[in-house]
């Protein structure tokens, strides 16, 4: 059986290229997988060497790069190291190619995780793109999502109705957060809308242990490892009370010329391999993000996930999920009553539930 994924993978973020991967090992099961290397004009610019536009933030994005040029070098090409050797990509194609029906060979098609269904994350003009929605499929090809996310995005009525369209024909359909899932069964009421886990959350931690060849044992040195996306001032002021409470190191994971605030060690160019390597031996995290959060539940860190206001929706889906919610901190006053360790007993046998539910849902996606 022939299995075509499209999701976001050719990015440097972390969570973006390790979802893919994750959904890839998942989709595996039941044939074999290629990764459609859709080349979207707005996304493609994030794996230029030197990043511009005209605005604003384009020039300082300029200047940022030019100043960092030889730890962007080396960012990028294990990147594109870790994609090459993991994704099996098909040959590159644009919306006209796909829609042209140039990939039009598969037998089942997916549509992956990550925010492919958030106009404000896949289009600079903030529109709907269709292509992550599987328009191009004119075969007889199934076509289902898994964990496709909308994130904080509101879709207007027009955008309504064209998602009611884009989805009409879909096999099934599952969403990665339950606020996602409420707003499309808003859009689609006599449609079963699922809810399932984040692709990186289908490996369990033994699976990306035996996968980047990490062995599960005490680390040599002990570190709070932060990862922030936003930056935001909060988790400025999480780092300095954590760091003195647990009287740890700081390590940052951060591409950034400078790092997010006064850290002992500051990783500019690690690529996916060397995050999973950093997630694996840390002894607190820190972090802001969806995917940060992920896997430190995953890896099973003791964690304070630091809350970015609205793009905290998928944070607060996960971890009610798993019965932590207190994990999140909102403010300062959240850092006093936030224990030191978290009980993986209950936790993990939660998320091995969860994690089931989710290839059940792929098993039955593509068997039905």
């Known amino acids: 059986m022939k299995i075509a994924l499209i999701t976001i993978h050719k990015v440097t973020n972390y969570g973006a290229v390790l979802q893919a991967y994750a959904t890839k090992i998942a989709l595996s099961k039941y044939g074999k997988v290629s990764t459609i290397d859709y080349h979207s004009q707005h996304l493609a610019h994030h794996m230029d060497m030197i990043r511009f536009e005209l605005s604003v933030h384009g020039v300082k994005m300029l200047a940022h790069d030019l100043l960092n040029l030889p730890q962007r070098y080396r960012l990028l090409s294990r990147f594109k190291k870790f994609i090459e050797l993991n994704m099996n990509l098909t040959s590159q194609v644009n919306s006209v190619q796909l829609e042209k029906g140039e990939l039009n060979h598969f037998d089942i098609y997916v549509c992956g995780s990550d925010q492919i269904w958030n106009p404000g994350v896949v289009t600079s003009e903030g529109n709907i793109d269709s292509i992550f929605f599987l328009s191009f499929v004119k075969n007889m090809g199934k076509k289902f999502s898994f964990a496709s996310s909308i994130g904080h995005h509101q879709y207007s009525e027009t955008e309504k109705a064209e998602v009611k369209n884009?989805?009409?024909?879909?096999?099934?359909?599952?969403?990665?957060?339950?606020?996602?899932?409420?707003?499309?069964?808003?859009?689609?009421?006599?449609?079963?809308?699922?809810?399932?886990?984040?692709?990186?959350?289908?490996?369990?931690?033994?699976?990306?242990?035996?996968?980047?060849?990490?062995?599960?044992?005490?680390?040599?040195?002990?570190?709070?490892?932060?990862?922030?996306?936003?930056?935001?001032?909060?988790?400025?002021?999480?780092i300095e009370f954590f760091s003195k409470k647990l009287n740890l190191k700081v390590v940052a994971i951060d591409r950034m010329l400078l790092p997010i605030t006064k850290v002992d060690k500051h990783v500019r160019t690690a690529g996916p391999k060397e995050f999973i390597e950093l997630y694996a031996k840390a002894s607190f995290v820190i972090t802001d993000s969806f995917h940060g959060t992920c896997f430190a539940v995953n890896f099973e860190k003791p964690f304070a996930c630091i809350s970015a206001n609205e793009r905290a929706n998928r944070q607060e889906s996960l971890l009610s999920l798993l019965g932590i919610k207190e994990r999140l901190m909102y403010k300062e006053d959240d850092f006093l009553n936030l224990a030191p360790e978290v009980d993986y007993d209950n936790v993990t046998k939660k998320l091995a539930k969860i994690r089931d539910e989710s290839l059940n849902y792929i098993e039955l996606a593509i068997n039905k």
Not at 180 to 191: A, C, D
Not at 201 to 208: M, V
Not at 214 to 227: A, G
């Open 166 to 238: 884009l989805l009409s024909d879909f096999k099934m359909i599952s969403v990665r957060e339950s606020d996602g899932q409420k707003k499309l069964q808003e859009i689609l009421p006599e449609r079963d809308i699922h809810h399932v886990v984040d692709p990186t959350l289908l490996l369990s931690k033994k699976e990306w242990y035996t996968d980047f060849k990490i062995e599960d044992n005490e680390p040599k040195e002990k570190y709070i490892l932060v990862y922030s996306v936003p930056r935001t001032e909060l988790i400025k002021k999480a």
